[in-house]
Structure formats: C-alpha cells, structure tokens
C-alpha cells in the first residue's frame, strides 16, 4: 500500500512538473510579445491575441479528446497531447513569421486540453471528494508559480538570449515531466468503464451533460471567472508596460504578487473545506474575489496611475479565485454521473470558449485608461455570479 501510494505521489510530481513547463511556455513568452511582433512587423494589437490562440489551441480539440481518454485511456491520450507540445515548442523555436508562430502557440495550447480531461480525470478516479480538492488545489498552487515566474524568467532569457531560446526552456521541462509520467501515471480508467467512441453516443452525451443545469451553467460560471484571470494574463503587458510604463524586468516581479495570492488562496482552501462543504468554499472565494474586483474599478477611478493599489486589489481578486476554482470544478464534475472524460472534456470547452471570447474582446473595448480594464473585468465577474445563481443546490444525480 505504502509503494502504490509513493508511486501515486510521483505520478502528480510528474504531472505538475508537465503542467508547469505547459503553462510556462505561455507566460514565459508575455514579456516578449513586443519583441516578437517587431522582429515580424506586425502592431502592438496581435498581443492579446496571442493568448487568445493559445486558449484555442485547447478548444479545437477539447470535444474530441475526453471521447478518446474514455476509450483508449488516460495514458495513451496524455502521452499524445504531450508529443503535440513538444512539436510547438520545436516549431516555436524556429518560426519565420506571425503564422507560424501563432501555429506553435496553439500545438502548445493543446497541452491544458489533455492534462484537464486525461490528467485530472485521472486524479478525480484516484481519490474521493475531498482528496481530490485537496489534491488538486495543492496542484494548482504549483502550477501557478508559472504566470508569478514566468514573466521574470522569461525576460532573463530575453536578455541573455533572445525569445527563441523560451520555447527551448519549456520543450526540456516538457519532456523531462513527460519522461516521468511514462513510469509512474498509472490507468484508472478500466475495461468495464471503456466507452467505444461512435459519434451518435458522444453527441447523445454531450446533449445530456448540457441539459443538465448545474453542470452547464456552472461551467458558464467558472468560465467567466476563468475569463477574468486571462483578461489579466493576456492584457497586463500593455497595462503595465505600455500604459503605465514599466520595463520588462518590472513587468515580471510584479507578476509575483499576483500569484503568490492564488497560490495562498489554495493553501486557505485546505483549512477551509475542512469545516465547509465544497459549495461554501466556493461561496467565500467567489466573494473575496468579488470584493477584490470592485476594489480595483474604485482605485482605478480614485487614482489610476498607483501601481500599488492595482497590484494590492488584482491580488484580492485572485486570493479568491485560488480558494474557488478547485471545489467549483468537483462541484460540476460531480453534478453528473457521466464519465469524468466526457464531462472534463465538454465543461472544459465551455469555460475555454467564454475565456477565449473574453479576453479576445477586450481589444475592442479598451480606451488606453485604466479604468477600461478594471471595469471589464468586473463585467466579466458579474457574468459569473448571475451564471452562478442559476445553479440549484444539489439534488439526487440523474
């Protein structure tokens, strides 16, 4: 028992240690945006985009690949997704111009796709409720020392390097996590729950995970609230660069503080769901986070050039979003009896698709003020809270 549970333990080291590289090939690349663009002539305005592309490289596929981790397993399907990251960071590092570089972005942006449905579907088979919030809190807490590092070691190696070698950086940590997993991710899903993709069975699925309301207007919620925090990622390089003029260096440390306030709302999870149910968890985070972005549109009307006062609210917000965002996906995971492949699959292009939307539309709204910003991501939040009234307390699975 003790050797099974020590294998299981690496298995999520391994898992981690993918997620991060994959999550760090996005945010590395932030502060060199500006230079990828100038080196391609093209305008400042494909720099949201790129997040955007990124995001869409996980919804192309999304549908598609819970069907396939439901009959082949969650291995085989993790190992695939995981030689399609490879192949963006190697494109990546050799790209010629805008196209193929935003081809790289999105072969890297399938990397979430199969770590939420394989991955994930994997640790939610291994352990009950409770463990898996546990789990999957702790996970993600490591996970976003991605967007708080990321950006600061990304321009590192700008500075000594150039932007090419940040796809080189991400393609070894990738293939060292992928090494790993190899040895220790074992199979949960087993002959007896293997689902034959026919086509008509999957679109029956889906239509019966959609009619299910919990399920599908919570994932309307956790995608708004998912949206806020890339609105953040994908715009704050001409936030804080551009309009409120740091360098690159500058850039990157003040990301720390940002997401060091996730990854404290993640440990304050553990505490708290000790004494609350999973929906209570997600109440209190969803109100921090509430708090934290009115916070933000009051210091961005009362005094929009105080970096401090941004930083101090943006971190409100995402302390709260670190306690949320594990019990809100258990609580739509578990508002179905459907397979956890189907369901990561389908509540996963449903959260992706929203943030994708937001963050692509941010570009047609922002008015080089502050004050644009703050309250679009407000907006964006009041989305997610009407979303969630929507949602009924539970009631017996159908």
Same mark, same amino acid.
């Given at each position: 028992?003790?050797?099974?549970?020590? #294998?299981?333990?690496?298995?999520?080291?391994?898992?981690?240690?993918?997620?991060? @590289?994959?999550?760090?090939?996005?945010?590395?690349?932030?502060?060199?945006?500006?230079?990828?663009?100038?080196?391609?002539? #093209?305008?400042?305005?494909?720099?949201?985009?790129?997040?955007?592309?990124?995001?869409?490289?996980?919804l192309s596929i999304q549908l598609l690949v819970g069907p396939l981790s439901d009959q082949y397993g969650r291995?085989?399907?993790?190992?695939?997704?995981?030689?399609?990251?490879?192949?963006?960071?190697?494109?990546?590092m050799y790209a010629t111009d805008m196209l193929e570089f935003f081809i790289a972005r999105i072969l890297q942006?399938?990397?979430?796709?199969?770590?939420?449905?394989?991955?994930?579907?994997?640790?939610?088979?291994?352990?009950?409720?409770?463990?898996?919030?546990?789990?999957?809190?702790?996970? @993600?807490?490591?996970?976003?020392? @991605?967007?708080?590092?990321?950006?600061?070691?990304?321009?590192?190696?700008?500075?000594?390097?150039?932007?090419?070698?940040?796809?080189?950086?991400?393609?070894?940590?990738?293939?060292?996590?992928?090494?790993?997993?190899?040895?220790?991710?074992?199979?949960?899903?087993?002959?007896?729950?293997?689902?034959?993709m026919k086509l008509n069975l999957i679109f029956h699925n889906y239509l019966d995970l959609l009619k299910n309301?919990?399920?599908?207007?919570?994932?309307?919620?956790?995608?708004?609230?998912?949206?806020?925090?890339?609105?953040?990622?994908?715009?704050?390089?001409?936030?804080?660069?551009?309009?409120? %003029?740091?360098?690159?260096?500058?850039?990157?440390?003040?990301?720390?503080?940002?997401?060091?306030?996730?990854?404290?709302?993640?440990?304050?999870?553990?505490?708290?769901?000790?004494?609350?149910?999973?929906?209570?968890?997600?109440?209190?985070?969803?109100?921090?986070?509430?708090?934290?972005?009115?916070?933000?549109?009051?210091?961005?009307?009362?005094?929009?050039?105080?970096?401090?006062?941004?930083?101090?609210?943006?971190?409100?917000?995402?302390?709260?979003?670190?306690?949320?965002?594990?019990?809100?996906?258990?609580?739509?995971?578990?508002?179905?009896?459907?397979?956890?492949?189907?369901?990561?699959?389908?509540?996963?292009?449903?959260?992706?698709?929203?943030?994708?939307?937001?963050?692509? @539309?941010? %570009?047609?709204?922002?008015?080089?003020?502050?004050?644009?910003?703050?309250?679009?991501?407000?907006?964006?939040?009041?989305?997610?809270?009407?979303?969630?009234?929507?949602? *009924?307390?539970?009631?017996?699975? *159908?």
């Amino acid at each position: 028992m003790m050797k099974k549970k020590h #294998h299981h333990i690496l298995f999520l080291i391994f898992l981690v240690l993918f997620e991060f @590289a994959v999550y760090l090939s996005n945010d590395m690349i932030l502060p060199a945006l500006v230079d990828v663009v100038k080196e391609f002539n #093209h305008t400042d305005a494909l720099i949201p985009l790129s997040l955007s592309i990124f995001l869409f490289g996980s919804l192309s596929i999304q549908l598609l690949v819970g069907p396939l981790s439901d009959q082949y397993g969650r291995r085989i399907t993790m190992f695939a997704g995981g030689f399609l990251v490879l192949v963006g960071n190697v494109l990546g590092m050799y790209a010629t111009d805008m196209l193929e570089f935003f081809i790289a972005r999105i072969l890297q942006g399938m990397g979430p796709c199969f770590i939420g449905v394989a991955g994930y579907a994997c640790v939610h088979e291994l352990y009950d409720e409770k463990e898996a919030i546990h789990v999957i809190s702790w996970m @993600a807490s490591v996970a976003l020392f @991605a967007p708080m590092l990321g950006p600061f070691l990304g321009s590192l190696v700008i500075l000594f390097a150039g932007w090419r070698f940040i796809f080189m950086s991400t393609f070894l940590l990738a293939f060292i996590g992928l090494v790993g997993l190899w040895f220790t991710m074992p199979e949960t899903l087993t002959k007896n729950k293997s689902v034959k993709m026919k086509l008509n069975l999957i679109f029956h699925n889906y239509l019966d995970l959609l009619k299910n309301r919990k399920f599908t207007f919570g994932s309307i919620s956790f995608g708004f609230s998912f949206g806020a925090i890339m609105i953040w990622i994908a715009s704050s390089p001409i936030i804080l660069i551009h309009l409120l %003029g740091l360098n690159k260096t500058e850039f990157g440390l003040i990301q720390i503080p940002v997401f060091l306030s996730f990854i404290l709302g993640t440990f304050l999870l553990r505490y708290i769901s000790k004494s609350f149910s999973s929906m209570n968890c997600l109440f209190i985070g969803f109100t921090i986070t509430f708090v934290g972005s009115c916070l933000s549109v009051l210091f961005s009307l009362l005094n929009p050039q105080s970096l401090l006062l941004l930083i101090i609210s943006i971190s409100i917000f995402n302390l709260g979003y670190g306690i949320l965002s594990a019990p809100f996906m258990r609580i739509i995971l578990d508002s179905t009896r459907q397979s956890k492949g189907i369901a990561s699959a389908l509540s996963a292009f449903i959260y992706f698709t929203i943030a994708i939307a937001a963050s692509a @539309a941010f %570009g047609l709204i922002y008015s080089v003020s502050l004050i644009s910003f703050t309250l679009y991501i407000f907006v964006t939040l009041i989305l997610s809270g009407i979303s969630l009234l929507f949602m *009924k307390p539970f009631k017996k699975l *159908k």
